[in-house]
């Protein structure tokens, strides 16, 4: 009987226990400025700003990217061609459709006169 109280004693205390500190703890110093933001911005000072290239370039580019992958992203295409956001949709609507629903929701592809791959084609049998 000892023994089983003993169990139940034991499985009845909390798991954690809030303790009352003395003093704080004092053995960390807090930093403003962490490691990884001055490399992040030392990498942003030496790509410096997204100048705008040749729109020939910038087109090539997206032809070449666009021979990998049907869809990108806006996010991906301006990796790829390393343009400003405003100048490379500008381009884009000249050249691309917009996928604003379906399965390929927020995605760029190329008009139809300008890929040059066929559209896949779905038969009923």
Known sequence: MKL???QIEES???????QQLAKPVTNYKPVAYH???????KKKKEEGKRARAD????LDMLFSAFE??????????????KQPV??????????????VKGTHKNT??????????QAEEKTDE
């Open 12 to 18: 009845s205390k909390p798991s954690r226990l809030s």
């Open 86 to 99: 405003i100048y490379l949709k500008e381009i884009l609507r000249d050249i691309g459709i917009y996928n």
């Open 4 to 6: 089983k109280r003993l």
């Open 108 to 117: 760029w592809e190329l008009k139809p006169e300008y890929r040059h791959y």
């Open 55 to 58: 729109k020939q370039q910038v």
């Open 68 to 81: 990998k992958h049907q869809y990108y992203n806006i996010k991906d295409l301006v990796d790829i061609t």
């Open 35 to 41: 490691d990884y933001n001055r490399e992040y911005e």
